[in-house]
Nanobody, 116 residues
Framework: QVQLVESGGGLVQAGGSLKLSCTAS????????MGWYRQAPGKQRDLVAR???????YYADSVKGRFTISRNDAKKTVYLQMNSLNAADTAVYYC??????????WGQGTQVTVSS
């Protein structure tokens, strides 16, 4: 059983910052890619950022220069530092982890609300 526990969401004013964390526990073994997705009300779930085991990163155009993804493999944790937040960043953020055996896991989601 693998569990992903997210934290760090909340309410922040426009221009502010938040840092999300997601820690994997259980029998997951090696981890390949770790990432963050988000889903706003009435919209599909979109990829925000991902980081591979070798440190290669990808960012959606809408967050480039504002968000930074990082990981700590010893802690099986992925982070998302979000700066210069705006109302368009309001969504439920989901952690995604892909194991070495092509297994994939999702967190329960954490709400991020940016007030203007």
């Amino acid at each position: 059983q693998v569990q992903l526990v997210e934290s760090g969401g909340g309410l922040v004013q426009a221009g502010g910052s938040l840092k999300l964390s997601c820690t994997a526990s259980g029998s997951i073994g090696s981890i390949n890619t770790m990432g963050w997705y988000r889903q706003a009300p009435g919209k599909q779930r979109d990829l925000v950022a991902r980081i591979t085991s070798s440190g290669w990163t990808y960012y959606a155009d809408s967050v480039k220069g504002r968000f930074t993804i990082s990981r700590n493999d010893a802690k099986k944790t992925v982070y998302l530092q979000m700066n210069s937040l705006n109302a368009a960043d309001t969504a439920v953020y989901y952690c995604n982890v892909q194991g070495a055996c092509c297994d994939e896991y999702w967190g329960q989601g954490t709400q991020v609300t940016v007030s203007s």
